[in-house]
């Protein structure tokens, strides 16, 4: 399989987590797409364009054995479980335990997302950023770490999917200041675990996951190239070809 995805390995990775997880890691050839900027912080155009096997050139975007190009970071995590080799599930059966695990995800990926147009907003000049964003998208993440807190206090049946996304949210709100240095207009300082003391237990103890540990913090080592991801691209596409797939 081929994962395209962004190396930062300052915050943490869902998909990562869950391939770990799911035991698929050696199965997987990872290829650094910079849609914006590379981990020095330089604009990177189109050079690291995957729309032709992505109509929405985002990462991540998984690519199986067969060229099946699945995007969408929740259809991959769903993709890799399903092939999970090491007997772990992140989804819990069907019930309440799923639905909130399924539940958490979607929060916890709406919280990342709207965390990362806060990011982008902060790219333009300070004039010409729109207030308006920050004060409609804060509420929502506050409210949405206070639930999650609760969550927490009530404490969890092992690890699953929405944990996988907890982490990979809250982790982005320090890699924003660290790497991007978002000033941000309405929190500057702001702490997601201030006052929520049950998060920050439960975040510590989560990165110490194997599956976190293994990349959290750590630098990515191999080829990060434009090349090396356009390279990927067209096997990807080779693929297709070999097995007609789309
Ligand atoms: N809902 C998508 C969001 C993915 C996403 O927005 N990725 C960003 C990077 S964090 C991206 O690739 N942006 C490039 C672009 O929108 O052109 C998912 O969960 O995979």
Redesign the pocket.
Known sequence: MHLFY?PFHSFVHKVLVTAHEAGLWDQITFVP?Y??KNRKGEDQGDKYSIAEINP??????LATETGQVI??????VEYLDNRSVSGRHLYPAAGEKRWDALTRLALA?MM??TT?QMVMEGWHPQDQQRIGLFKWIWPKIMRGLDRLEKSCARGFDGFDIGQAAMLHAISYMDFRIRFYSAKDPLYPEFDCFGGRPNLKTWFDQACQRPSVLNHHNKDFAGDDSAEFCQKNVQEVLQLQKQHGTI
């Open positions: 962004s797409t849609p914006f929405l050139n985002k990462v991540p975007t995007f969408g970071s929740q259809s991959i990926d990342f997302e990362v």
